[in-house]
């Protein structure tokens, strides 16, 4: 599985910036989709989750800002960000296939960096 986010930039603060992750395969529907931002100096943290079936997950400091979300028939996730802040500044993973037994995701992509000025 190869996955490719795209949609970052540099964005005022308020404003807003919607990354899509783009992956290969066809059983991408079956997945556990999830994105992961990284800031520097920072240790990589869980923004969003979403199953196969919709469920979504998010984490406090993005609850009502963020929206994940898919198209099974693109082959693709998103996360919609409104309201950004400067601490929002990452580069953000989009991440598939969650593993049960090592508790990880199996596939990443390159990331994608979003920076968020005040």
């Known amino acids: 599985v190869q996955l490719v986010e795209s949609g970052g930039g540099l964005v005022q603060a308020g404003g807003s910036l919607r990354l899509s992750c783009a992956a290969s395969?066809?059983?991408?529907?079956?997945?556990?989709m999830g994105w992961f931002r990284q800031a520097p100096g920072k240790e990589r943290e869980l923004v969003a989750t979403?199953?196969?079936?919709?469920?979504?997950y998010y984490t406090g400091s993005v609850k009502g800002r963020f929206t994940i979300s898919r198209d099974n028939a693109k082959n693709t996730v998103y996360l919609q960000m409104n309201s950004l802040k400067p601490e929002d500044t990452a580069v953000y993973y989009c991440?598939?296939?969650?593993?049960?037994?090592?508790?990880?995701?199996?596939?990443w992509g390159q990331g994608t960096q979003v920076t968020v000025t005040s």
């Open positions: 991440a598939a296939d969650y593993n049960i037994e090592t508790h990880e995701f199996d596939y």
């Open positions: 395969g066809r059983t991408f529907s079956r997945y556990y």
């Open positions: 979403i199953g196969s079936d919709g469920v979504t």
